[in-house]
Each structure stands twice: as C-alpha cells, then as structure tokens.
C-alpha cells in the first residue's frame, strides 16, 4: 500500500487531468512491470491518495516508491501488507527473541 502527498505540482498535474486518468495511470505502471493496481483512493487530510497494488517482489515495489518520490509530484509511504495466510505463516516461524534487558 503507498499513502501519498501531493505536492502543489502534484495537485496541479491532478486538476489537469483528473483522477481517472491518474488511476488509469498508475495501472499501467503496475502492468508493465508484472503487477497490478488493486484499489486507489483519493482522500482528505494528511494523505491525499491510498494506492493498493501487487508487485512480483519488494524490489520492484521499492523502484516505484523511488521513482514516485524523485518525481517532486508527491511524497510517498509505501507499507507492506501481508494476507492473512502470509500472518499464518509468520506466526509457525521460530524466532529466538530477546527483549532488551531481559
């Protein structure tokens, strides 16, 4: 998931085209590189925009936060979601743990 700030250059490039054209753009940025654009919301507040996409691996979600952000147009946070089979399994992995201190 990328939560988004626009810039004033963002939002002016936004009014210009509009947010259809940004999601129809974004897919095909997913697309080309084997991914998929699953949700994208605009929103008020601290974020403007909530992008949901699945890409092949970490790699490639981290080249598009980076081309995002270089772009000046928007400030962007990816987060990594995991399913919860993805939690399953992290929960069967044996971790040997300790706390500071302890």
């Keep these: 998931m990328v939560q988004g ?3 004033v250059e ?3 490039g936004l009014l210009k085209e509009g947010g ?3 999601k129809a753009g974004l897919a095909k940025l997913a697309e080309g590189l084997g991914g998929r654009l699953e949700a994208l919301y605009f ?3 601290e974020d ?12 490639t979600a981290a080249a598009v936060s980076i081309a995002a952000n270089a772009s000046g147009a ?4 990816t987060v990594v979601l995991l399913t919860p089979e993805e939690l399953d399994q992290a ?5 040997d743990y300790r706390p500071p201190g302890a």
């Design 48 to 59: 403007d925009v909530y992008a949901i996409g699945d890409f092949p691996d970490s790699v």
């Design 5 to 7: 700030s626009y810039t």
């Design 91 to 95: 929960t069967k992995k044996s971790v």
């Design 20 to 22: 259809s054209a940004r």
């Design 74 to 77: 928007v400030r962007a946070k």
């Design 43 to 45: 929103a008020f507040g």
């Design 10 to 12: 963002g939002l002016r």
